[in-house]
């Protein structure tokens, strides 16, 4: 009996093929396996009841990394094939194939690595079929070594007897690799470049260090003037730099480390994760500044396993970029006047991939480790989709049938490099994926480079349709998409700022959305911005803007930023919640001015007692919520402590959402909410506003697979198109 296979998924560099080569020998079964471009294919001929337990166990027993959505078997006549093969891979045909993400070092591959006895002893660049590079060193389709920036390296004899040798870990794992053939670390002329490399960090001296999706700069962690230094040659002022640490043991030494964040820190995806750091935690200052939280990551690379283990103690590693810049990948050279020296190897690295960052279970960043992974659509794309995403942490996102690829973490479009990436990123995940999208998405604000390049498109010959969405509307998108709804809820979308049609500035919208479209029901009322772009980055002016003349004599060095506001200079109106974060963290003196955005809502986060569980009240009328309540509320509470200051305002904020969506409820019978954009970062405000929607009765969207702030954006505008 013969049945032929097709297996759809995440099976591709994962060890598949030699997985089903062990499987069917085990079963004495005939035939063969290969990928092609659209997957995996198996012949299978043997016994009936040998064939039929195959095909039970195909996708029970599948490999760590592999991720099957579908097995389609077809019946066909038995051809007498003798022993069972892996073919040659074949690269015509429809594309339809996914690429899998960048992995964690294995614990086989760890034992090699440290095994005094093998071959692989302290090479650098072990890997296996379950584990090592893949999202960023692959080329092209199907995934081969020639299509891999592993191309330049031709194996050694022993590397190829293991890769043809169906019971060995290396077979058929594409970069393998050993001292003899593979590639190499340096550190300038040094003859043992990590022990120059040891010898350096513990000298404090800022080293670059090459890892999977680009360069890293590293220092000691507990060197006393290391981080200092890297700061200021990075010219980062406050932001908190990440910390790798050898272990679990060892991060248990630096942060307060819960379950689920145990999780994520050892997971094979190895994210950055944000922790409560601990009051006597061996770290310099300047590692993260005024923060109560420490982001760690554990090491992903052999690389990465060696140096800690011969350092001996953690290390401040952060993306190796001049702050706004993308991380530097091809070469060090953008980093010449930042690192001492450079920890280098020559094994390219095709595309720049960030570390992912999550905290409490939530993603804030997603990258290394996530991308290309697709997103099941609810409804999959008529036609073809690209979706180009927001300004700020960009990312973009191609779609096809019901996958949705949203691209790695690409940042700020500000600069020429960002928004290289961008487009040469497009134009990657276009082959890789093999989408050319007949429908491009893009935010309706006129200056996003992104929206322009929407623009560029459509004026080329064989022309696209644009679709224009809605900045709050791709938010509540992008949380139904994550969670594989179509609608129609009640979407809260809190963040900074958002392009909204009527020529105000959105970032604190009430919204009955589905993916097909939005209305606006409500939002905080607005407040001028003097200033525009200044308000921004100064909260103070948010604070004068909203208590206007109502305080007169509070601050007079505000009267010129009144006046302005009052007779709407430079005002543009907002109903951002961001803006009314800033200026309650202004009034509570947290911050006057931010170094990065967000900063003065981070740290009024992170000041709020959360034991604290009452609240300021909020007049919230037809579904238009006085944020200038709180604001006063917290003025005439001056004598409280300012951590139960900071709390009771979160709790009035959660408590005003609960008010309108109750509201929002009587007028559209709908009782599901979905929460998302920026603010919704802030763990304390998400986990009180889902607890008290709960509570009353309403079914709570949150997002899980990408982030809740414009990170998401592109997975938003992708969902909404994919209905068009
Ligand atoms: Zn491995
Ligand atoms: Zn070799």
Redesign the pocket.
Known sequence: MRRDVRVDGVVQGVGFRPYVHALATRLRLAGRVGNDVAGVFVEVEGAPEDVGEFLASLARDAPPLAHIEHVHVHEAPPAGAQGFEIALSDAHGARNTLVSADSATCEDCLRELFDPADRRHRYPFVNCTNCGPRFTIVRDVPYDRPLTTMAGFP??G??RAEYEDPRDRGFHAQPT??P???PTLSLGEAVDPLAEAVRRLRRGEVLAVKGLGGYHLAVAASHPTAAATLRARKHREDKPFAVMCADVEQARGLCRVDEQSLRDLTSRRRPIVLMPRLGDAPVAGAVAPGNRYLGLLLPYTPLHHLLLRDLGEPIVLTSGNRSEEPIAYRDAEPLADIADAVLDHNRPVHIRTDDSVVRAGTLLRRSRGYAPEPVTLARPCRRPVLACGAELKNTFCLAKDDHAFVSHHIGDLENLQTYRSFTEGIEHFSRLFDVTPRVVAHDLHPEYLSTKYAHGLADSPDGVELVGVQHHHAHIASCLADNREAGPVIGVAFDGTGYGPDGTIWGGEFLIASLTGFERIGHLAPVPMPGGAAAVRQPWRMAAAYLGDSVPGWRPEWDAVIAMARNGVNSPLTSSAGRLFDAAAALLAVRDEINYEGQAAVELEQLADPTVQDAYPVRVDDLIVQGIDLLHAILSDRGAPRPVIAARFHNGVAAAILAACVQARDRSRLSTVALSGGVFQNVLLLTRTAELLADNGFRVLTHRRVPANDGGISLGQAAISACR
Request: charged share 10%; with cysteine; hydrophobic share 10%.
């Open positions: 194996m050694c022993p590397c690799c050993c003899d053939c593979g």
